[in-house]
């Protein structure tokens, strides 16, 4: 009995969370398959290492914290652009997409210098 309730349970949960996401805006949507795809290509990284080796660890290290610096940013970007968040309501797009790809640039700089 306690199951039936709790497949009804994950299934409203579910639908739920499908339709406020169908209210999202494209642009935000663009951003969560950016951190979507920065996230799959840590795991991918992590998933090689693991079956491969790690012997230039520096690389291995400087392709995720890439990743995960990239995720993060984006994230910080999707806050900001997003129209709902009173914090940033003063900000325009336009500005926090300059933020962005300047914070993206000292990242990769930053890890292009860790390589060695």
Request: charged share 15%; proline share 3%; net charge neutral.
């Amino acid at each position: 009995m306690g199951r039936a309730s709790s497949k009804e349970d994950a299934g409203a949960l579910f639908h739920s969370l499908r339709s406020a996401y169908a209210a999202t805006p494209v642009n935000l949507k663009i951003i969560d398959l950016y951190v979507g795809f920065a996230i799959f290509t840590a795991l991918i990284q992590v998933v090689y290492m693991a079956v491969v080796g790690s012997f230039p660890f520096n690389s291995f290290l400087s392709g995720v914290l890439s990743c995960v610096g990239t995720t993060v940013l984006a994230v910080c970007l999707r806050i900001q652009v997003n129209r709902e968040n009173k914090e940033f309501k003063d900000l325009p797009p336009e500005r926090a997409f300059a933020d962005f790809v300047l914070c993206n640039l000292v990242l990769h700089l930053v890890i292009m210098n860790f390589l060695g």
